[in-house]
């Protein structure tokens, strides 16, 4: 057991370390001289010397990766050229809508999926699955984003039972919540279709198993056999699609921020683009990808507790 | 009244009719062996008994178990009879465990589903009856920490927890090694002793059925052809059937006499290590010694057995002699050249070699025809043959294996098991190699396909000298068809030396174990 | 022929064919802006009305299918042309250092996804309806590079696997002998699948900017520019929207029905 979250803890230290590499390499290395970039063809030579001097471009390559890593482990993510703040400030103020989003969406979605995916799988074949699989296949086809206009189309707009957007902060947490709703459910139904197949697929392969077999041979009935026998064993592929999963959910998150005008890290990250800010682009990347990897192994950590033989397989 | 009684049972699945009018008749305490070859409905036989026959199945008759009829009786009463009243133990031990419960808490099911009574108590039993199977490891344990064996005795406490009338054993020793086999037919006699339970037994292995049975079904193709007391069945066989069965089962076959020849495959004191997890955090990994100082050789036209149980390092062993792999220590040469030559295979050696393996079904690439599945070898030859050359050769190994030269242009999907391995030796010979290795070549075939194919392999010994290592767990095939053996345990060759000699005198303790684990099936006419 | 496959087909190739029709014919020229003209609602001159500029949304739809297909096209093929060839050489050399690093490096691009990926060439190089691709098609690598090695690794368990090294076969040969055409199936299907996704993915990157950029018609700008009419011009909004769903629904349907005639066990992963 201390074997394996060894391992995978090493391979996040490993992940990490080379995304930060690569991120590093595409904004600061491909660009040339960022600086010049940042400020675009008009600017005046003292004004890009000024900011290659405070981005420490004169620094070997090296220097500047270690510094900016190093800066990150202490929770200083540069300065922004165009707030003229601290990237750090502009970070802690958003990622408290982003990252609830995306796990508001992730219960959501969980939650719709598990018990759809079961219901169709024990019913295989029956009206209840066919209903539920035609729902699921258009699920998946839905845009998530174009499915937010709809539900902005039809709650906010001509029901009027939600805000077609804003954000009002977490000093009220009902209304925080509220403002998230829509935005969470428009995320979520697209990936709950999606988990409801996976679980039920896998859910039919375990019914397949011998073990299901055995456990009906014992006098478990069917519903017996598939809740204490193959609802855990199909968990463990389940997983894996939840913890990819997150990773789209934060990504579309900031596509769907834009839609309810949330002030999240979408915003932030969009206004940046257009104003060439490499440094909040950066730092904002390198932490939605932390974000990611550490969603990864969390997943990893809880398939061992799923599954005994990972843990004690060396 | 008998503890089981099954009338006119019929049964079809869709428009195919399974199961023509069974009749079997079994008393408590009675062992009862339904015997057959694949497709003769044994297995759906048991499903049935048990309920659990297949969505779509339309059984028909009458199946009384205990006073009550199966076919009549509702799911959920069926549920209640399941584990209580009979029990089921399957074929496949690895894959018949839920493997994310501890095996302790799998056996308490079977106590907790149809009892009332309290965890701790439930838990208490199961690690009783786990004891009582001979179960010597802890109820905490997962199934994944298990060996087969292990598995199977965790199958059968599941099964009788609850000490149920009937016991169901489909196959149950089939998937396990012959001294295993011998441990768990004991258990099972011995818990029918105890319990006073009927056991069904359900084998393909007639000598297994000789051994323990008081009873015989024989079935073929869905219908019972003989029924009878084992004693008087041996005794006195009716239907050609049951005949064909046992003269197939104990099929030898005449070798031509070798002469003296000189030297083919020579290996001397080899070792192959692999390595194993670490034990501790940074510690050293451990490494298992799968071939440990194995010397042996093979002269030209020799037939050599080498028997030895799963995990002995048979495979191992194969794939060195094929020269896929490298050994760490020692050396194997092919008329004096060494097999393994780094990345770069040695074509005239291997051009020398070829093997046929155990599963029918996964020999073949499915997506290439058979005239390509059996050139492929051609591969090795400096020059391809083509056109009418390539046509003939392919001919005459489709011809010297017994089949058809039109059967060039089918897929394999179009061939049954026995013709399946047929093409496998035709592959194997289109180079005409100095050296075949037969890995369980004949072990997944149904005994009257087997005696086919052996007859087919000294047939092919007639023709032309040939040399050969027969690779197998059963210790009566490779009697017939050898002319020495190497006897393999953990590693090491243990004993070798002329078949005959071995079997009739083994001088190390694990080849008379092997021997004496073996069923035997009586001798025709002879009584039991 | 399953209905799933005959219903998917069809949706399809409708879209393909409203895609090939652009080239030479729509109905209007979408580059002609005829304000007055404007948030016509679906009637008989313009078949699905008008957008805000007065363009016709049926010729935007046929135009914008053109960019959806071609770029989900090409994401797909650098997706196959280089995730396959990955997930058969670590198959080969299953438990190497080698394997080891492919998959690592699979890990790892997984959790880039494509809108990451998208950001970081666009902060660089700026948006265009390329960047799409080359974001997409990244995203893609893995996809193929893990099905690709889980589908190969069976394959090289099988006895006949062996039979070929003993014929002196080489891994790289053996790879194109025996692995690939054993998992064509497979890849046919799921190249269905990464389609669908890679036109979701399209329509949602140009839809915040990242994507085509005028005068190119796609989609998701099409829903960009709709966004803020939704309440007094829905059909502006809608119609793009059921456009990108039937186009994925139809391959969705599509591939489900391949994999139930070319071979049900296959099992395809959906993120």
Known sequence: MIRYVLGRLTSLIISLTIASIVIFAVIEVIPGDPAAFMLGVNARPDTIAALRAEMGLDQPLITRYLDWVTGLLRGDFGQSWTYKTPVADLISDRIWVSLPLAIYALILSTIIAFPAGIYAASRRGGAGDVTIMGATQLGVAIPNFWFAMILVLIFAINLRWFSAGGFPGWDNPFQALKSLTLPAIALALPQAAILARVMRSSLLDMLGEDFIRTARAKGLSRRQALWKHAVRNALIPVLTIIGLQFSFLLAGGIIIEQIFFLPGLGRLIFQSISARDLIVVESVVMLLVFTVIMVNFLVDLAYAAVDPRLRTKA | ?528 | MSRNLIIGTALTLVFIALAAVSFIWTPADIENLDIPNKLQTPNGANLLGTDHFGRDILSMIMMGARTSIAVALVAVGIGMAIGIPLGLLAAARHGSLLDELIMRGNDLVFAFPSLVIAILITAVFGASAVNAIIAIGIFNIPVFARLTRGAALPIWERDFILAARVCGKSAARISIEHILPNITNLMIVQGTIQFSLGILAEAALSYIGLGAQPPTASWGRMLADAQTLVSIAPHTALIPGFAILLMVLGLNLMGDGLRDWLDPRIRVVRT
């Open chain 2, 1 to 528: 009244m008998s503890l089981l009684a099954i009338k006119d049972l019929s049964l079809s699945i869709g428009d195919t009719q399974i199961l023509h009018d069974i009749d079997l008749t079994m008393q408590a305490g009675e062992i009862v062996a339904i015997t057959g070859e694949s497709g003769s409905g044994k297995s759906m036989t048991a499903l049935a008994i048990m309920g659990l026959l297949p969505h779509g199945s339309a059984p028909k008759g009458a199946i009384t178990l205990d006073g009550i009829d199966i076919l009549a009786t509702s799911e959920p009463d069926l549920c209640k009879m399941r584990g209580n009243t009979m029990g089921m133990v399957f074929q496949e031990p690895m894959t018949a465990l839920n493997p994310v419960q501890t095996i302790g808490d799998q056996v308490a099911e079977t106590i907790l589903i149809h009892e009332k009574t309290s965890k701790i108590e439930a838990h208490k039993r199961a690690a009783a009856m786990l004891e009582r199977v001979g179960l010597k490891v802890s109820p905490t344990r997962y199934p994944h920490e298990l060996s087969g064996g292990q598995r199977q005795r965790v199958v059968i406490a599941m099964a009788i927890a609850l000490r149920p009338k009937l016991l169901i054993a489909d196959e149950p020793t089939t998937a396990l090694d012959v001294t295993t086999q011998a441990r768990i037919l004991d258990l099972l006699r011995d818990l029918v002793r105890e319990f006073d339970m009927g056991l069904l037994l359900i084998t393909h292995d007639l000598a297994v059925v000789a051994d323990v049975a008081d009873q015989i079904v024989v079935m073929q193709q869905g219908r019972v052809v003989e029924t009878g007391q084992t004693h008087d069945l041996f005794a006195n066989m009716r239907h050609p059937y049951t005949k064909a069965l046992f003269e197939a089962s104990s099929h030898e076959v005449q070798l031509p006499v070798r002469t003296a020849s000189a030297q083919l495959v020579y290996a001397k004191h080899i070792v192959r290590e692999y390595p194993m997890p670490r034990q501790t955090l940074l510690g050293p990994r451990p490494q298992f010694r799968a071939l440990d100082d194995v010397s042996f050789h093979i002269n030209h036209g020799e037939r050599v057995g080498l028997v030895g149980e799963s995990g002995c390092g048979k495979s191992t062993l194969t794939r060195a002699i094929l020269g896929l792999e490298d050994v760490q220590g020692g050396e194997i040469t092919l008329d004096g050249a060494p097999v393994f030559t780094g990345k770069r295979p040695n074509l005239a050696v291997r051009r020398k070699m070829q093997v046929v393996f155990q599963d029918p079904y996964s020999s073949f690439n499915p997506r290439h025809r058979v005239d390509r599945l059996i050139t492929e070898p051609f591969h090795l030859l400096k020059t391809l043959p083509t056109g009418q050359a390539r046509a003939d050769a392919i001919a005459k190994a489709l011809v010297d294996v017994g089949l058809s030269p039109a059967d060039a242009d089918k897929y394999i999907h179009e061939f049954s098991g026995g013709q399946r391995q047929r093409i496998a030796i035709a592959r194997a010979l289109i180079i005409e190699p100095e050296l075949i290795i037969f890995d369980e070549a004949v072990s997944a075939l149904d005994v009257s396909v087997r005696a086919q194919v052996l007859d087919l392999i000294a047939d092919l010994c007639r023709k032309r000298p040939l040399a050969y290592l027969f690779i197998s767990h059963d210790l009566s095939v490779v009697r017939t068809v050898t002319d020495r053996v190497l006897v393999m345990q953990a590693g090491k060759i243990v004993e070798q030396g002329e078949t005959e000699t071995v079997f009739t005198d083994p001088q190390h303790p694990y080849t008379q174990t092997l021997i004496a684990a073996a069923p035997k099936l009586p001798t025709l006419g002879m009584a039991v």
